[in-house]
T-cell receptor
Framework: NAGVTQTPKFRVLKTGQSMTLLCAQDMNHEYMYWYRQDPGMGLRLIHY???????AKGEVPDGYNVSRLKKQNFLLGLESAAPSQTSVYFC???????????FGDGTRLSIL | AQSVTQLDSQVPVFEEAPVELRCNYS??????LFWYVQYPNQGLQLLLKYLSGSTLVKGINGFEAEFNKSQTSFHLRKPSVHISDTAEYFCAVSEILTGGGNKLTFGTGTQLKVEL
């Protein structure tokens, strides 16, 4: 009963380092999403994907890249981390249309 | 652009008391509304949703919400809260994106703290 799994759960980076966050879902969902959660701001959409091989920009895409090479995986990359990217990152997935999004437990990322 | 306002950042309440968490939305198109709950160090879980039909929506854990189009509100209620309801609650409005996808715009959240 895994649902949406995010790895790693915690990570500390130095400014300028790069890293990739992995999201995996086992519900055969077409759509996948990356959000960031900051205090007092709710969740904001970074990038999303409507199917394997497709990606699109969300509300706050700058500084991030994504890839969806397999239907079940959605990767979020930070090429050159900045302190402003310190946040909790959530991945979600859903069926098409207005189906509810299912969320992972988040990745806490600190950039020093 | 769609937006959601959660008027209260924190709501303290005693156990077994009723609670209402307020949510107002702004949307120029058809409205699809959700309430999610986030327990500490966890992701968001769906409580309930309004897509169409009856304006009173029942969700999990005894929560319900009423869609009020004239007041552009979607307030969440529970008649009697439990300690285990302590969590952060997010209201969200959904829109269908060009080319597919379902964008959720979240409010800033309301921290519900249930006290003995």
């Amino acid at each position: 009963n895994a649902g949406v799994t995010q790895t790693p759960k915690f990570r500390v980076l130095k400014t300028g380092q790069s890293m990739t966050l992995l999201c995996a879902q086992d519900m055969n969902h077409e759509y996948m999403y990356w959000y960031r959660q900051d205090p007092g701001m709710g969740l904001r959409l970074i990038h999303y994907s409507v199917g394997e091989g497709t990606t699109a920009k969300g509300e706050v895409p700058d500084g991030y890249n994504v890839s969806r090479l397999k239907k079940q995986n959605f990767l979020l990359g930070l090429e050159s981390a900045a302190p402003s990217q310190t946040s909790v990152y959530f991945c979600a997935s859903s069926f098409p249309g207005l189906s509810p999004q299912h969320f992972g437990d988040g990745t806490r990322l600190s950039i020093l | 652009a769609q937006s959601v306002t959660q008027l209260d950042s924190q709501v303290p309440v005693f156990e077994e008391a009723p609670v209402e968490l307020r949510c107002n939305y702004s949307s120029s198109v058809s409205v699809y509304l959700f309430w999610y709950v986030q327990y500490p160090n966890q992701g968001l879980q769906l409580l309930l949703k309004y897509l169409s039909g009856s304006t009173l929506v029942k969700g999990i854990n005894g929560f319900e919400a009423e869609f009020n189009k004239s007041q552009t509100s979607f307030h969440l209620r529970k008649p009697s809260v439990h300690i285990s309801d302590t969590a952060e609650y997010f209201c969200a409005v959904s829109e269908i994106l060009t080319g597919g996808g379902n964008k959720l715009t979240f409010g800033t959240g309301t921290q519900l703290k249930v006290e003995l």
